[in-house]
């Protein structure tokens, strides 16, 4: 009788906890000011939910002004080096919010902030692709997108109760606090020196994962409601009477939870396209629901079941994006991804705030599902058949 020798990839190791905590804490820093500050500046500061809009974007601007070199340089220098010292001068920039006495300061702040953050999460997602055995490769993404999701989630909960206890600023010293001990755990990487690349040229394949143009059109969709959901939810609750709203993102933190315990296996497994369907057909029907029937019941379990559809979604688009990529151009293939990202969640939170001036956030929230739509069409049309043809075995 023959044994089986295959020996399973270890995915649980030092370097991987490492990154997950320091990923977890730089986006919890960062999360802990999304849904207080629109509150902040629309209550106390009395600006218009287009100037608000306005305000939060300014930072998805300074993310794209870098994130697309961020690549560049990712693949041809030290990652760590990289990611230590923008994750440094990502969190001194918090300090910025407590000095900055008008809405141009604080726009300023934010666009520099989303400079680093856009360096910062390139180098930490580069870095952490490539300590995950390729074998385990859905898995650990989305385990590694957990924290990010976790902390988009948890964070926004706790900075609605310490913002009704101790106003903005508190908010704002927790962020600087949790950002500085993110830093520190990067040290607790062991990431082997690499051998020195010869820098290429500058060209547009440099910059942009062009093979993952397809896959980036249908998250940039996906990304849109996203946006609204994170920058407006809390005054939405408002608007339409909902006890509590901040419990919005408790749910959503289970459904995300939850979703994440099983998606990846599945990506490993093959099923990277019934994956990206099943959760984009999920967000369809959870942002219907979330802007037309006005009840706690819906606005509390859209929340969880937007949650599983967000965590679904993650590790099957970040696969689809790595897996055309060849070993030198990880980094380029991260920059693509999360700069389609933040394109849609740019998009969305200035579009929302434009809309709901107009309108009503329902009416932004529903221009949301249509977005998703949209989203499903563009994966069954083009996505879906550029990854079969570009995609990469054992990369």
């Not at 520099?112 to 953050?117: A, I, K, S, V």
């Not at 996906?222 to 901040?246: D, H, T």
Request: glycine share 10%.
């Amino acid at each position: 009788m023959e044994r089986n020798t295959t020996i399973h990839p270890k995915l649980w190791n030092r370097n991987f906890i490492a990154c997950g905590i320091s990923y977890f804490l730089m986006n919890f820093a960062f999360y802990l000011l999304m849904p207080t500050l629109p509150v902040f500046l629309a209550e106390d500061l009395k600006i218009s939910n287009s100037e608000v809009g306005l305000a939060l974007s300014s930072y998805t601007i300074g993310v794209l002004c870098v994130r697309p070199f961020s690549g560049y340089l990712v693949d041809c220098f030290s990652r760590k080096t990289l990611y230590f010292m923008a994750f440094l001068a990502f969190g001194l920039f918090f300090f910025g919010y407590l000095w900055a006495a008008t809405l141009l300061g604080l726009i300023c702040v934010r666009f520099l902030q989303g400079g680093f953050m856009g360096l910062t999460s390139v180098a930490g997602n580069t870095i952490t692709i490539d300590v995950i055995p390729s074998e385990r490769r859905g898995e650990g993404m989305g385990f590694y997108g957990l924290t990010i999701n976790l902390a988009m989630s948890l964070a926004p909960l706790i900075a609605v109760g310490l913002y009704a206890q101790a106003g903005f600023h508190a908010n704002v010293w927790v962020s600087i606090v949790v950002s500085l001990l993110g830093v520190l755990s990067v040290l607790f990487i062991q990431y082997p020196k690499r051998e020195k690349q010869k820098r290429p040229p500058f060209s547009l394949d440099r910059f942009i994962l062009l093979t993952a143009l397809p896959a980036s059109v249908a998250y940039i969709l996906i990304a849109i409601p996203y946006g609204m959901i994170l920058s407006f939810v809390v005054l939405y609750g408002r608007e339409i009477a909902i006890p509590n709203p901040g419990y919005f993102f408790i749910y959503m933190a289970i459904g995300v939870g939850v979703s994440r315990l099983i998606s990846g296996r599945l990506v490993d497994h093959g099923r990277i396209h019934q994956v990206a369907i099943a959760s984009t057909l999920c967000l369809i029907i959870s942002f219907f629901l979330f802007a037309t029937i006005h009840h706690p019941w819906v606005f509390f379990g859209a929340g969880l079941c937007l949650g599983i559809g967000f965590g679904t979604g993650v590790p099957a688009y970040q696969c689809l994006f790595v897996n055309v990529a060849p070993h030198h151009l990880r980094g380029t293939a991260t920059s693509t991804y999360l700069t389609s990202f933040d394109i849609g969640a740019g998009i969305g939170m200035l579009s929302a705030g434009f809309i709901s001036n107009r309108f009503t956030l329902s009416t932004a929230y529903l221009a949301g599902t249509m977005s998703c739509v949209l989203s499903l069409l563009v994966y069954l049309r083009w996505t879906k058949a550029s990854y079969e043809r570009h995609k990469l075995i054992g990369v």
